[in-house]
């Protein structure tokens, strides 16, 4: 999801994607410690969103 859709959504949408990516973040490191990891750019790709919402939500805080 692009910044600019992010910049959109209402905090709680926020906080349930950041919920839902953190879950999926979890499932893949597991995924590559059994060695079973289809796609290893996914991890990255997933921090990156997640570092994204997190920025979004202290920049909405401080205003």
Known sequence: ???????????????TRERDLSEQLYKLRFQRATGRMEA?????????????????QGEKARS
Do not use: F, G, W, Y
Not at 1 to 15: F, I, P, V
Not at 40 to 56: D, F, G, M, N, Y
């Open 1 to 15: 999801m692009k910044t600019k859709e992010l910049r959109d959504k209402s905090h709680d949408e926020l906080q």
């Open 40 to 56: 290893p750019s996914k991890v990255k790709q997933v921090r990156r969103e997640i570092a994204r919402i997190k920025t979004l």
